[in-house]
């Protein structure tokens, strides 16, 4: 039990880096681009998202409250730096209890940053739509993150074609953190990733589905 709760620390403590590169790379894009305005406004709120994350890393669950908040914080920085190519909207129905209900911090982040950077990032400008949705499926919290973007299998289509300035490892993290998080804890945790199709079967985006037992 040590042994795998030295590892979730350790596939914390990769993230965080990952998450870092990402935000200092937009900032030095607007640096490049001479865009003053953009810049500050931008380290600014990607500093109030790395205080967030410090004080959330040591947790091993926090409030539906506070990752709603987080992933907010987050998608904001995101639409900023890929010039408000995509939309969000974040949603949680009426009968979860965000100040009872409770999630591991840090494990959804890595998901909407892929549908984002491998999805959304590849529309054109306002066509994108990245809705987060938690509801209440008995004793589960379920998230469903659902993107317009161009689909997994697009997605790596691109990757082998294409130069990919920086390759994500966060769903590889997020899947390892969550095995280890089933192999601890009573709160066990499924997730599902699904290409969504149109009815001529052509991609139009993706459905991550998470459910988190109380």
């Known amino acids: 039990t040590k042994i795998?709760?030295?590892?979730?620390?350790?596939?914390?403590?990769?993230m965080n880096p990952h998450f870092i590169f990402n935000c200092?790379?937009?900032?030095?894009?607007?640096?490049?681009?001479?865009?003053?305005?953009?810049?500050?406004?931008?380290?600014s709120n990607f500093a109030k998202?790395?205080?967030?994350?410090?004080?959330?890393?040591?947790?091993?669950?926090?409030?539906?409250?506070?990752?709603?908040?987080?992933l907010d914080n987050y998608i904001q920085l995101e639409k900023m730096r890929f010039q408000e190519k995509f939309n969000y909207l974040i949603?949680?129905?009426?009968?979860?209890d965000v100040f009872s209900a409770v999630v591991p911090p840090m494990l959804l982040q890595p998901?909407?940053?892929?549908?984002?950077?491998?999805?959304?990032?590849?529309?054109?400008?306002?066509?994108?739509?990245?809705?987060?949705?938690?509801?209440?499926e008995g004793n589960?919290?379920?998230?469903?993150?659902?993107?317009?973007g161009i689909g997994i299998k697009r997605s790596k289509e691109l990757k082998t074609t294409t130069h990919v300035e920086y390759q994500s490892k966060g769903?590889?993290?997020?899947?390892?953190?969550?095995?280890?998080?089933n192999m601890i804890s009573h709160r066990k945790i499924a997730m599902e990733v699904k290409?969504?199709?149109?009815?001529?079967?052509?991609?139009?985006?993706t459905l991550v589905i998470i459910k988190f037992e109380q």
């Open 171 to 181: 769903m590889k993290l997020t899947e390892s953190r969550i095995n280890a998080i």
């Open 91 to 96: 949603t949680v129905n009426d009968d979860v």
């Open 140 to 148: 589960k919290i379920v998230c469903r993150i659902d993107d317009n």
């Open 24 to 43: 200092l790379t937009a900032i030095q894009h607007f640096v490049n681009k001479e865009d003053v305005y953009s810049a500050n406004m931008y380290l």
């Open 49 to 70: 998202l790395i205080r967030k994350t410090l004080d959330l890393s040591g947790e091993q669950y926090i409030t539906l409250d506070k990752e709603v908040a987080y």
């Open 4 to 14: 795998i709760d030295l590892e979730q620390q350790a596939l914390k403590a990769q």
């Open 111 to 136: 998901i909407i940053e892929n549908a984002i950077r491998h999805g959304l990032r590849y529309k054109d400008n306002n066509e994108g739509l990245l809705s987060v949705n938690f509801a209440k």
């Open 195 to 205: 290409d969504k199709y149109d009815e001529i079967g052509i991609a139009v985006g």
